[in-house]
């Protein structure tokens, strides 16, 4: 059984950091590239972050860039997010995602057809 396990949400305040972990089982995690998902209240899933089946291609969607920092640790069967800066924008339910192939499209938009299985999220609020 596939499972995604995310930790790490809180409350911060503006400026501050969290840093976000998915552990993965049921899947072999290295034949897979995975994502970061958020959504925001009232509002739909927005694409965050995505990272190739070795960490060998990365990508953020624009207002993240600079900010954010995805990787994995394959040997752990462990996706990351490092999220520095925050910002009350960044306020979100965060969802770690099993892509459905070895490498990301490149699409820079959540098509949920390029994933099969999502966690059951976790709570980041920005807030002082």
């Known amino acids: 059984e596939v499972q995604l396990v995310e930790s790490g949400g809180g409350l911060v305040q503006p400026g501050g950091s969290l840093r976000l972990s998915c552990a993965a089982s049921?899947?072999?995690?290295?034949?897979?590239?995975m994502s970061w998902l958020r959504q925001a209240p009232g509002k739909g899933l927005e694409w965050v972050s995505a990272?190739?089946?070795?960490?060998?291609?990365?990508y953020y969607a624009e207002a993240m860039k600079g900010r954010f920092t995805i990787s994995r640790d394959n040997a752990k069967n462990t996706l990351y997010l490092q999220m520095n800066a925050l910002k009350s924008e960044d306020t979100a339910v965060y969802y770690c995602?099993?892509?459905?192939?070895?490498?990301?499209?490149?699409?820079?938009?959540?098509?949920?057809?390029?994933?099969?299985?999502w966690g059951q999220g976790t709570q980041v609020t920005v807030s002082s």
């Open positions: 995602a099993k892509g459905v192939g070895k490498s990301y499209s490149g699409s820079y938009y959540y098509f949920e057809e390029e994933y099969d299985y």
């Open positions: 049921g899947f072999t995690f290295d034949d897979y590239f």
């Open positions: 990272i190739n089946w070795n960490g060998g291609s990365i």
